[in-house]
Structure formats: C-alpha cells, structure tokens
C-alpha cells in the first residue's frame, strides 16, 4: 500500500516562503505522477503543481507560476513544494498525490492530469496559512 506523508505546513505572512515535503513509501512505479493539490473551505480540492517521472517534466497552476517549485529528491523518496512570495489566496490545506500519467490526445503526448480522480493515493494533508 503507496502512503504519502506531507510535512511543511505552516502559518507565515504574506511574501513569505514555506517548503512542503511529502515522503512516498513503497511507491516504487517506473513512472508516474507526482502532484500537489490545495483545498480552501468552500472549494474544491485545485491542482497546484504536477511532476510527471522519469522525463522530470512539471506543470503549475496559473496562480503559482514563478513562484512555486514542484521536485522529486529519487534517493529519499521525497516529493517538495518550494513555495515563495506567498499570497494570502495560497492558504489552504495543501495534499500530495501519486497517480498514473495519462495521454493527452489533444496536446498529443503524454502528461499528468489536473483532475484530482486519476490521482489514486493521497496524504493526509498539510495546513497553510498565510496572513497578511
């Protein structure tokens, strides 16, 4: 059984950087991907960034472009969010995820998805709180 387990979450203010981690054991799959998804009250659960391996090929959401880092440290088995000048809006409570990537017709390659349902494993959950 894949278990993920998010650590990082914190209160900061706004301009701020936090750096989440998410240790994966047991998920050994030759590819895949790797994602961070946040949920705020009232909203559904957003894809914030996605890390399809081997090709190391990332994805951000438009909020988070040129701010946050999504990597992959292979030898610790480690999932990491670098997140800098955040925002008040970047507060929620931030997942990680394992899925199988899927073939983008429309882009004609192979990706990661931004839906939550072709995401299979998930943590628990980190709190992030940005204030202003």
């Known amino acids: 059984q894949v278990r993920l387990l998010e650590s990082g979450g914190d209160s900061v203010q706004a301009g701020g950087s936090l750096r989440l981690s998410c240790a994966a054991s047991t998920y050994s799959s030759s590819n895949g991907c790797l994602g961070w998804f946040r949920q705020t009250p009232g909203k559904e659960r957003e894809v914030v960034a996605t890390?399809?391996?081997?090709?190391?090929?990332?994805s951000y959401h438009d909020s988070v472009k040129g701010r946050f880092t999504i990597s992959r440290d292979d030898a610790e088995a480690t999932l990491y969010l670098q997140m800098n000048s955040l925002k008040v809006d970047d507060s929620g409570v931030y997942y990680c995820?394992?899925?199988?990537?899927?073939?983008?017709?429309?882009?004609?390659?192979?990706?990661?998805?931004?839906?939550?349902?072709?995401?299979?494993?998930w943590g628990q959950g980190t709190q992030v709180t940005v204030s202003s």
């Open positions: 995820a394992a899925g199988p990537p899927h073939y983008d017709r429309q882009m004609g390659r192979v990706r990661c998805s931004e839906a939550q349902a072709d995401f299979h494993y």
């Open positions: 890390f399809y391996y081997p090709p190391g090929i990332t």
